[in-house]
Each structure stands twice: as structure tokens, then as C-alpha cells.
């Protein structure tokens, strides 16, 4: 493919990317100005631009039941002729006014949803069927003059089409329609994560995981099906009214190719404040880049921005290559080590370091999302009032000392592995005396009657000694495995002791 087609594919795509961002501003009342969106551009992508900005501001004016004029944008965009002005007016009053309370193809469209710089999608009901679903219909102005914008809509339809997942909306069909291309897709009655995000503000850590989790998850199926999302931002991410992430708009989505299949794959993709560094620097989105996106998302969530806020091209790609994300402890001290770790993981600047795709992304997130639950309230629901079992705390580990009957007590230790977050291990254990030789024979008889855990020799403070221990994966520990493993420990460790030396020194 030639160097201009690519180059003019690149220029569609830039434009897109701030067509998405003017879009979240009208979403959220910002109203913001088309002239800021459209400085620092040569003078075709200004012109392609503006043609798209007009028309997204009178969309929205549209649905605000509010009466755009030609005149409203004449004198404040000279470039453009009156007739193209009148044309992008009268495209989105005649859009309107064709298909609400009307029927297009078995599709009688209810109401309008949401409109954006691809299309706009109305909740529809099908009248073979007989159900509600949401019906994504291509601009008229890119359906008409705009080939390659045809292409990627129908792209979508294929890309969806292949992947059946909880957490990705369901495709049922593509079609077109008397020159109208056209989606339909499963409704979900909710709101997007930007929405959700917008209205409610930073999320609590393990509503904020979980929800990340469902989106890696519908990732992972995916990235299995050999698909790249390529833009993975909020605004494509649906949340039922029961919890449930899905993720959708597969309209970038492209199939992992193997290297010189595509020339188009170093072509800028996505949406500028959620594209990881390497893609600025001409490297081909994959895998990885859709998880560092994932982690964008996350952070979004927790902190409830994106950590970038310059607003050209240029100032985010040079952020993105120069800049690591602000930890999020930082921004809010109350959020865990572990879960300040995954966001580090997932927003890696280089992508060998971040987990290599979605699926090692879920099985990260899984972990951490156990791992919300410190230890101090496992131990509290563990034990509730039982005055026999006190605790104290040093950083991440404790000591947990049980009273045992004949004024004898034993004290249990709790510590996580250093390992990755989500091969961390949680080990207790209790000391009972001093490893020496002349109780080796003893100590491996008395092995054999130990019921829960093992007797090993594990070097404390410089000295070999005999321990009861126990492991458990540390994201997914229960608090009543941590009451038995204690109490059980802690007396078959005193019994070990007695039996060995008849004394009570742990």
C-alpha cells in the first residue's frame, strides 16, 4: 500500500481521536469550542476536522431538541462554504427526523442513545424477535463519501461477531439497508464507565477492580481469538445495572498479524490519552498496548481522570514516551501497596514489563482483587471476641499469639511471600525450639501425627529452628482457613515443643 494511502489513514485517525474528545466534553457539559480542537493542524486535516466537529456539536444540539442554523457557524468558520455548513445541518436534522418512532429494515427505532463521531445508536426493538437491542447506524456523511470509514464499521461487525464472552456486547447482526450500513447489537439497559465515572466520581478499590477484571476478561477472550481491541477507553466499556462490564466497539479491532502482512500496521491507532508509548513511536498496537489502555482505565476509576492532561497530539505522545504514571498512593494514600503495584504493571512504559496480554492482565487483577481484603480484617472477622487470640502488626506481617490451656501460649506467625502480587503466598507458622541434631529422630516421628500443615526447619534470626507451617495463596485466603490454620498451629506447634524439650519458650 502506498505511502499516501497510509499517510491519509493516519490523518482519519488522528481526527477521530479528537473527535472522541470533543465528544466527552459535549457529554459532559464542558462546552467546548471547536477552534481549541483545531489548532496545531496542516490545513486538510483542519478542514476534515471541522466537518466533524460541526457535525458532532449539531447532533448534540439536535438531541437537546434545539434548532441549528447555517447561520449559527457561518461567519465563525469562512473556510467552510454555506453549502457544506447547510449540508452537516440538514444530515443531522434529516438523521433524526427519518428513523425515531420509525422503522428501518425488521428495526423500529424507539429513541436515539448516544451519537458519536462514527454513528449513532438507537434503542430498537426487531420485530421478527420481538426484543429491545441497540442498532448502531453509520454517519450518513461517512456512509456516503468516506470508503475506508465503511470499511472499519463492517470491520467492527466481523471483529464482534467472533467473540461470545459475559464481558463483551454480543453482535447479532450487520447489514446495510437502502444505503444505510448498520449494526445491531445487544441492548444494555446502563451506563458507560466514562458515565459511570462522570457521575459518581473516583470508585472504592475493589468496585474499581472488579469492574477492571470483567473488562480483562472480556479482553482476554479476545486476545485469544487473536483480536486487538486498540482502543480501550471507558467510553467503550458498558456497565449493566447489575455491575456487569462489557466491553464493546470493536470498530479499530484487528487480528494479530504476523510481521509485513499489513503495512498498515505501524499506522497511529486509538484514542490518543489511552495509547501506550511505543504506539507513538510507530510500533504496532498488540496485546500489550490493549493492556496498557486496561490500566489507563483502572486508573481512571481510582483517581477519577486519566493521568494526562495536555490536549495536542504532540504533548500526549511526548508524556507517554518520557513519562511514567503518577503512583496512585500519592493521589490517594489509602489505597493498598498491591493495588498501587498493579496500576504499575499495567502502565509499564515499556511493554516487555507489562503483563504480556489480557489473560496474565485478568490473573493480576484477580490476585489483587483478593488481596483488598488486608489482613487486619481477616484476622478480625477470623477471631471476632475470641480473648484467647490477640494480634500485632509489623508493616505486612503479624504475630499472632493464642492462649493455650495450663497458662501456656504459643504465638503464630503471618507473612506474605515477596513474589509477584499474583503468586504471593501467605505462610504461618509457629516456632517450637531449636533444630538441633539430637532431636532430628524425634522431630520426624512427631512429623507423622501433625494434622494440619507440616513440621520443617526453617532458619529464623540466624538459627536453624523446628516450625508447624502452613501455606495459602495470599489473594484468595478465607478467614476461617486463617482461624484453623492459627489454632491449630499454634497447639500442634506446643505440643511439638513440650514433646520435644517439656518446655514453653514460644
Known amino acids: 500500500m502506498s505511502g499516501t494511502v497510509s499517510e491519509s489513514l493516519a490523518t482519519a485517525r488522528r481526527v477521530d481521536a479528537r473527535c472522541d474528545e470533543f465528544e466527552q466534553a459535549l457529554a459532559a457539559s464542558q462546552s467546548p469550542d471547536i477552534e481549541s480542537f483545531l489548532t496545531g493542524l496542516a490545513a486538510q486535516e483542519r478542514e476534515a476536522l471541522l466537518v466533524e466537529l460541526l457535525g458532532l456539536e449539531v447532533d448534540f444540539r439536535v438531541t437537546r431538541r434545539e434548532q441549528p442554523a447555517v447561520s449559527d457557524y457561518a461567519l465563525r468558520f469562512p473556510e467552510l ?32 442513545v448516544g451519537a458519536g463521531a462514527m454513528g449513532r445508536v438507537y434503542l430498537a426493538m426487531h420485530d421478527d424477535l420481538q426484543r429491545h437491542c441497540a442498532l448502531k447506524i453509520l454517519s450518513p456523511r461517512r456512509g456516503t463519501c468516506d470508503a475506508e470509514y465503511v470499511a472499519r464499521f463492517h470491520q467492527e461487525g466481523q471483529a464482534a461477531a467472533a467473540l461470545i464472552h459475559p464481558n463483551i456486547v454480543t453482535l447479532h447482526a450487520v447489514g446495510q439497508m437502502a444505503g444505510t450500513h448498520f449494526l445491531e447489537m445487544e ?12 457521575e459518581e466520581g473516583p470508585l472504592p478499590a475493589d468496585r474499581a477492580l472488579r469492574l477492571a477484571t470483567m473488562v480483562a476478561d472480556g479482553l482476554a477472550a479476545a486476545h485469544r481469538a487473536g483480536i486487538v481491541h486498540r482502543d480501550v477507553k471507558p467510553d467503550n466499556v458498558m456497565v449493566t445495572r447489575s455491575g456487569i462490564a462489557k466491553i464493546g466497539d470493536f470498530g479499530l479491532a484487528k487480528r494479530v498479524l504476523t510481521a509485513g502482512d499489513d503495512p498498515l500496521a505501524n499506522v497511529l491507532c486509538g484514542t490518543p490519552n489511552y495509547m501506550a508509548p511505543e504506539l507513538f513511536q510507530g510500533q504496532a ?6 493492556v496498557y489502555a486496561l490500566g489507563l482505565c483502572l486508573f481512571q476509576m481510582l483517581i477519577g481522570r486519566v493521568p494526562w492532561r495536555e490536549v495536542s497530539l504532540s504533548e500526549l505522545a511526548r508524556s507517554g514516551r518520557t513519562e511514567t504514571v503518577p503512583n496512585i498512593r500519592d493521589l490517594r494514600p489509602e489505597l493498598s501497596l498491591e493495588l498501587a503495584e498493579c496500576v504499575t ?9 507489562r503483563p504480556a496480554d489480557a489473560a496474565a492482565a485478568s490473573l493480576l487483577l484477580h490476585a489483587v482483587l483478593g488481596l483488598e481484603r488486608d489482613l487486619e480484617s481477616l484476622l478480625i472477622e477470623a477471631f471476632g471476641n475470641d480473648r484467647a487470640v490477640t ?11 493464642r492462649q493455650l490451656p495450663g497458662n501456656r501460649q504459643q504465638r503464630v506467625f503471618l507473612e506474605p511471600t515477596p513474589h509477584a502480587v499474583h503468586e504471593r503466598i501467605l ?13 532430628y529422630e524425634q522431630a520426624l516421628l512427631q512429623n507423622a501425627v501433625v494434622l494440619h500443615g507440616s513440621l520443617a526447619i526453617r532458619e529464623i534470626d540466624g538459627q536453624k529452628m523446628f516450625v508447624v507451617i502452613n501455606a495459602y495463596p495470599r489473594s484468595t485466603v478465607a478467614p476461617e482457613e486463617i482461624r484453623r490454620s492459627v489454632l491449630e498451629i499454634a497447639s500442634e506447634a506446643d505440643q511439638v515443643e513440650q514433646h520435644l524439650t517439656g518446655q514453653d519458650q514460644n
Not at 87 to 106: M, Q
Not at 187 to 198: A, D, N, V
Open 345 to 353: 504493571l499495567l502502565t509499564a512504559p515499556n511493554p516487555d514489563r
Open 427 to 439: 505462610l504461618l507458622y509457629s516456632t517450637c525450639c531449636r533444630a538441633t541434631p539430637s532431636y
Open 391 to 401: 494480634w500485632v502488626c509489623d508493616g505486612e506481617n503479624y504475630c499472632v499469639t
Open 285 to 290: 498496537a498488540s496485546p500489550a498496548s490493549d
Open 81 to 112: 462554504s454555506a453549502e457544506q455548513i447547510a449540508a452537516v445541518v440538514d444530515n443531522s436534522r434529516r438523521g433524526e427526523d427519518t428513523l425515531i418512532g420509525r422503522k428501518l429494515h425488521i428495526y423500529q427505532c424507539v429513541s436515539l
Open 187 to 198: 441492548y444494555i439497559p446502563g451506563r458507560s464507565l466514562q458515565q459511570l465515572i462522570r
